[in-house]
């Protein structure tokens, strides 16, 4: 390692490099800088030597924490490997200096660059805006690490562009502002991957608050934080024919500020979309304005293929004209799939004060055909619409081919003025249905809408067609379910209609089959579900209670295939149950007796015993239980049926009873219990009865039982002279 430290003009310092080179001196790889004069003579050495003699390594020292070093001019990589490290505490300040001709450092050409444990300074502000950005990567490699930005503020673009691989893991980026295309990142191709960073409070004036993404470009973002960032459009990241992927990081109170203010967080445009694991929790679009799409807005037209899968992640609090958390346009499209799965939509609200649609989310695929939506295990919970869908909307043009599928859902306590829960409008395709779900508490309060599901003006080829699900508690002035002015109908099958009452003339009757049940106004029914909870699987869910008629009441045709919305298996007993819950049992309990008394017991060996174990467990779901003993003692046995031990115990000794008891539906409680069989005792002897000369009773002894008796005295004497 070689270590300068005596001031030298780099001017000079290049002449006198390349003046060593012609004679066939080496130029130096690895750099040590102690200050300031250290790196300029760094650069100026890097420079001169260029990316043959590459790759170089600038180490700042720890003689520099928590002080401040420029780069003044622009550091050109073509084709160079250059890495720039700090002091692991990462507590020096590397300021790129405000240059107007081009960004301080340029990779093209296969080069790389690395930048580590360093605090990055913008050197401008709102007084003193930069041109240009800071790191410019043509091609190549771009590689941060433990990066700290702050004093960027441009009138033109990002602080880094990008066209090659960028890396970026465990680095914040906090208040940093552009005019145009993303205050951190603009992407043009190439890929992006962020890990484990932070991003807030920055802000861009046009589109992308943080990030921009073009051409192809692949971005990958995992672990990360965005928090108050804001643009115009698309608060955190706008992407167009680009493909973007997301994995357990969180959005939070991100913005679009100006009209049509799009994409509170996400704007996604003609481009592939993963979302996994992730949380968008109190984005927003401006009240004021007519966008849509609070945490992600979408956009696909012009024959391009919708591309969107949603997985394991959580919406709430956002906050959109339509859209409250998603709103999803495509137009013109060939065919495509969104897909949402395992997902949270709660407290999401569709409104700009005067109108919105879709509190949670709302799809426009108008005029586009081949198109599939489909939503499976998933929770729509207290969302709201200001004019129409609390949850959910589906808007299509007049006889379209695409598909709505709901799936293993919940769709609870929504409003709006017009259907609280799901409303189709314009048209939709065969196969769409609802399955296997539960829509309940619903509330809508204008006239001739459904305040569960609501079907207006639809001009369709089949009817929307609801199996296995319970519609329940849903109010509004024209029942829970309506048709109006619908080619087509609402038709149940083996489903739970609370009441299926249209109150409101310009509803068309529904229609059902025999298997289903089915309310009326006079006559309302009772799924008996349980309070929302956790139930286990990843969102909360109304579970049956013990004798619901839900309970085993589907589609006798319906296979054990498949999970409900907890991730359960279906068909747990004989038939699949009603709703979007299966009923999978309560585990037996112990009763009110006391089962330590059994070791309280006097067991003896080789005596009958007769303990009855149902005495002592009771079952929750009012299914059979079954009994199974471990460690009982030789002689013994348990009826697995009756509970009931029985037999004649013939081992002594101190026992172990592992108990199991096991529901119909395969729940089990175990318990232990320590008894004692003790020994049988010995047999006692009875002592010899004396000789008496007189009879019992007192009288004279007859003669010839007392010669027997002289007679065997004399034996004995005998026998004892002998020994």
């Known amino acids: 390692m070689s270590r300068f430290q005596t001031p030298v003009k780099p001017l000079v310092l290049a002449i006198a490099l390349a003046s060593s080179q012609a004679y066939g001196a080496p130029c130096t790889q690895d750099f040590t800088v102690a200050n300031q004069s250290d790196l300029d003579f760094s650069i100026a050495a890097i420079k001169a030597c260029g990316s043959a003699n590459s790759p170089y390594t600038i180490s700042l020292l720890s003689d520099l924490s928590g002080s401040l070093v420029s780069i003044t001019d622009q550091v050109y990589l073509n084709g160079t490997v250059l890495e720039i490290s700090g002091p692991v505490t990462a507590d020096v300040t590397l300021q790129l200096k405000n240059n107007a001709e081009a960004a301080n450092l340029r990779i093209s050409n296969s080069g790389h660059l690395s930048l580590n444990n360093l605090i990055l300074d913008g050197n401008s502000d709102a007084e003193v805006s930069r041109d240009f950005e800071l790191i410019d990567l043509q091609n190549g490699n771009l590689d941060l690490d433990k990066i700290v930005l702050k004093n960027f503020y441009s009138s033109a673009g990002s602080a880094i562009t990008s066209a090659g691989d960028t890396t970026i893991n465990n680095s914040t980026f906090n208040d940093s502002f552009s005019d145009h295309d993303g205050s951190i990142l603009q992407v043009n191709g190439g890929s992006v991957t962020i890990t484990e960073s932070i991003f807030e409070d920055n802000m861009n004036a046009d589109t992308g608050g943080v990030i921009t993404a073009y051409g192809s470009a692949v971005l990958t973002i995992s672990d990360s934080e965005f928090t108050n960032n804001s643009a115009d459009n698309a608060g955190v990241i706008f992407a167009e024919n680009s ?209 569960a599901l609501y079907a207006n003006g639809v001009s369709a080829n089949a009817d929307i067609k609801i199996t296995n699900t319970i519609i329940s508690g849903n109010t509004g002035p024209a029942g829970q379910v309506c048709g109006n002015e619908a080619s087509h109908d609402f038709s149940y099958e083996t489903s739970f209609v609370s009441n299926d009452d249209n109150s409101d003339f310009y509803c068309r009757d529904n229609k059902f089959d025999e298997e289903s049940q089915v309310g009326t106004a006079v006559a309302p029914l009772n799924p008996l579900l349980n309070d929302l909870a956790d139930n286990g699987g990843f969102t909360k869910t109304y579970s049956p209670q013990v004798g619901s008629s839900v309970i085993d009441a589907g589609d006798v045709n319906f296979t054990s295939d498949g999970t409900d919305q907890r991730g359960i298996q279906r068909v747990i007993k004989s038939h699949v149950d009603i709703g979007a819950v299966e009923f999978a049992g309560i585990a037996p309990a112990l009763s009110q007796i006391n089962i330590a008394e059994l070791s309280d017991m006097e067991i003896t060996e080789n005596t009958v015993v007769d303990i009855d174990l149902s005495d002592y467990f009771v079952s929750k779901d009012g299914g059979d239980l079954t009994y199974s003993v471990v460690g009982l003692p030789a002689g013994l046995l348990v009826d697995s049926e009756t509970g009931a031990i029985s037999g004649t115990v013939s081992e002594a000794g101190a026992f172990t009873l592992s108990i199991t008891v096991e529901s119909s539906y395969n729940l089990s409680l175990n318990q232990e219990i320590e008894i004692t069989v003790l020994e049988e005792p010995e047999a006692e002897v009875e002592p010899e009865a004396e000789v008496s000369s007189s009879s019992s009773s007192g009288g004279p002894m007859n003669p010839w039982f007392a010669t027997l008796l002289a007679m065997i005295a004399f034996v004995r004497a005998g026998k004892r002279t002998k020994r």
């Open 243 to 451: 493909t973007v992927n997301i994995d357990e990081s969180t959005f939070s109170n991100n913005s679009a500020t100006d009209g049509p203010a799009k994409g509170g967080a996400l704007y996604i445009k003609n481009s592939a979309l993963t979302v996994s694991n992730s949380v968008f929790t109190g984005n927003h679009t401006e009240e004021n304005y007519s966008g849509g799409g609070g945490a992600i807005y979408v956009s696909s037209i012009n024959e391009t293929d919708l591309a969107i899968e949603i997985d394991q992640s959580t919406f709430t609090d956002n906050q959109a004209m339509d859209g409250g958390a998603i709103y999803i346009i495509g137009e013109s499209l060939t065919g495509g799939e969104l897909n949402i799965t395992d997902t949270l939509f709660e407290g999401n609200t569709a409104s700009n004060g005067e109108t919105g649609d879709g509190g949670a989310l709302l799809i426009n695929t108008s005029e586009s055909d081949g198109v599939t939506v489909t939503v499976d295990r998933s929770l729509f919970h207290d969302n709201n619409a200001h004019l129409n869908a609390g949850a959910i909307g589906f808007v299509d043009s007049a006889n379209s081919t695409d598909a709505f599928i709901i799936s293993n859902s919940t769709i609870s306590n929504n409003t709006s003025k017009t259907s609280g829960g799901i409303r189709y409008s314009g048209g939709y395709g065969a196969g769409t249905t609802i399955a296997n779900s539960t829509i309940i508490n619903n509330t809508s309060i204008a006239d001739n809408s459904g305040s």
